[in-house]
């Protein structure tokens, strides 16, 4: 079966006079409430014909959060981790249960604030380092508190956002 046939995908509709356009498909009556994995991956490169497509429910919970009692999401705000593939509005899934090291990105409360950084030690000390150059270095010094409150693990970054109001594209020209 193709991952291009069936209702498990948008269909292109063929053209009669200026109708060109994709239709979403009705996925109510599947049972599992789980959107379905391909098995092949979506190469970024030379598209590679889908042969080996199958169906297996993919549950976000189960890929994203190791240790449901430990983890939680918040939601990114400003452009200091844009480097590390983190934007602004995007849902950070983060585990508390980890022990923060060297060179991962934590959430961290400085002065009473929060932020995602990456957190580095070495022999001068402890620092939050940012993935965007504008933004400098927080570095500790005597008296300062440093918190973590817990390991990202993932980020979240949506392309759609199903409330804003955007226009189909025109494929009749």
Known sequence: MSPFSGKQHQQYKGSTENEDHFSPQDHSGREDSRPPLMQ???????????????????????????????????????????????????????????????????????????????LQSDERGVFLVPANSKYPVISFREGMELKIFGVVTACIHQFLHLKSKSRPCDTTK
């Open 40 to 118: 092949s991956p979506a190469v970024c490169g030379f598209p590679s014909p889908a042969e080996q497509y199958v169906e297996t429910p993919l549950d976000l919970n189960e890929l994203l959060v190791k240790t449901p009692a430990a983890t939680f999401f918040v939601r990114a705000s400003g452009d200091s981790m844009t480097g590390a593939g983190i934007r602004d509005g995007d849902i950070l899934v983060v585990d508390r249960s980890i022990r923060a090291h060297n060179g991962h990105i934590v959430i961290a409360c400085v002065e009473n604030e929060f932020t995602v950084k990456y």
